[in-house]
């Protein structure tokens, strides 16, 4: 029983986290290094691009915003791509969305633009999940 007691104790003490809590990165670990601070700023960097995707399509729903993460919550990152650009195409007659002049220029920008989004989906799981 002192055993289990003792393990309760230590795996139930929240004063040591309270205290990693309170120091700062340079305390806990030292001087971030260059390249896992590129990591991170791509990871933060990519799931704002997710985050502004997934506004998007609250906003062409024309829904609240917690309605609007319920929709999106579960969707991988290509079907809220999916959904943007097939709400953009099902509501382009409704909404002005920087029309440029030219015969299908608008098509072909949001083709490209869709494109790119993908490339930038596959260059941030090529970094995240390679081996350094």
Known sequence: MKNWIGYYNEIFNFDKFDKLAK???RERLGDPDELSASIGRIATGFQMLEDRI????????QIDSNLGEIVSAELSFKSKLDLFFSLIN???SAYYFNRLE?????ENYLNEFRKAL???AEL???VIHSTF
Do not use: H, V
Request: charged fraction near 45%; glycine fraction near 12%; include cysteine.
């Open 54 to 61: 997934s506004e998007g399509i609250t906003e062409l729903l």
């Open 124 to 126: 941030r799981n090529k």
């Open 102 to 106: 030219g015969e299908g220029f608008e």
């Open 90 to 92: 099902e509501l382009k």
């Open 118 to 120: 993908f490339r930038c």
């Open 23 to 25: 120091e700062d990165f």
